[in-house]
T-cell receptor, first 114, second 114 residues
Framework: AQSVTQLGSHVSVSEGALVLLRCNYSSSVPPYLFWYVQYPNQGLQLLLKYTSAATLVKGINGFEAEFKKSETSFHLTKPSAHMSDAAEYFCAVTFSGGYQKVTFGTGTKLQVIP | ETGVTQSPTHLIKTRGQQVTLRCSSQSGHNTVSWYQQALGQGPQFIFQYYREEENGRGNFPPRFSGLQFPNYSSELNVNALELDDSALYLC?????????????FGPGTRLTVL
């Protein structure tokens, strides 16, 4: 069985401040981990994914995430928040077998304060 | 723009009715997955089609069914609608069925069941 926990359903940061969105996973096999962003009334867009290569994964829009096996974490960070980063972010876990077993977290809404 | 389109954008149905949602995959993609996203939740995997065959199913009852056509467009059919079926339905296409291939999501269909 696998699961994902996103700590904090709402996170607020000031424009220019560090963004840190937390994701912890549980998986009985080596995981594939994803971060997606969803803007209002839109589908999900892939920010980045970890597929057992480098543990520090760089994504689009200046985001990155680090896979820490010892902490079972895959937190998403961005050094400096921009107003356009305001959206909902989802962490997801599956394994190499495919998307059929993907499990999404419940999401974190990021508010950026000017 | 991901190249994945869905129709209709919004739909209102009453309990007990049947509904068909449509998805047009990104060009060249032979795999499509469908997800249900209830309000305030992360997406839940419904099923996946690969080259017109069902290739995995989530924890959804048989009244959720699908089709994938030779041009790789697809449909999600839901019979005997229930109030809890109200959700955003997302489709996602990928070049192949494995996790190494990025999924591209459509904007979704918002279904309201009254």
């Amino acid at each position: 069985a696998q699961s994902v926990t996103q700590l904090g359903s709402h996170v607020s940061v000031s424009e220019g401040a560090l963004v840190l969105l937390r994701c912890n996973y549980s998986s009985s096999v080596p995981p594939y981990l994803f971060w997606y962003v969803q803007y209002p009334n839109q589908g999900l867009q892939l920010l980045l994914k970890y597929t057992s290569a480098a543990t520090l994964v760089k994504g689009i829009n200046g985001f990155e995430a680090e896979f820490k096996k010892s902490e079972t974490s895959f937190h998403l960070t961005k050094p400096s928040a921009h107003m356009s980063d305001a959206a909902e972010y989802f962490c997801a876990v599956t394994f190499s077998g495919g998307y059929q077993k993907v499990t999404f977290g419940t999401g974190t809404k990021l508010q950026v304060i000017p | 723009e991901t190249g994945v389109t869905q129709s209709p954008t919004h739909l209102i149905k009453t309990r007990g009715q049947q509904v068909t949602l449509r998805c047009s995959s990104q060009s060249g993609h032979n795999t499509v997955s469908w997800y249900q996203q209830a309000l305030g939740q992360g997406p839940q995997f419904i099923f996946q089609y690969y080259r017109e065959e069902e290739n995995g199913r989530g924890n959804f009852p048989p009244r959720f069914s699908g089709l994938q056509f030779p041009n790789y467009s697809s449909e999600l059919n839901v019979n005997a609608l229930e109030l809890d079926d109200s959700a955003l339905y997302l489709c996602a296409s990928s070049l192949a069925s494995g996790t190494k291939d990025t999924q591209y999501f459509g904007p979704g269909t918002r279904l309201t069941v009254l």
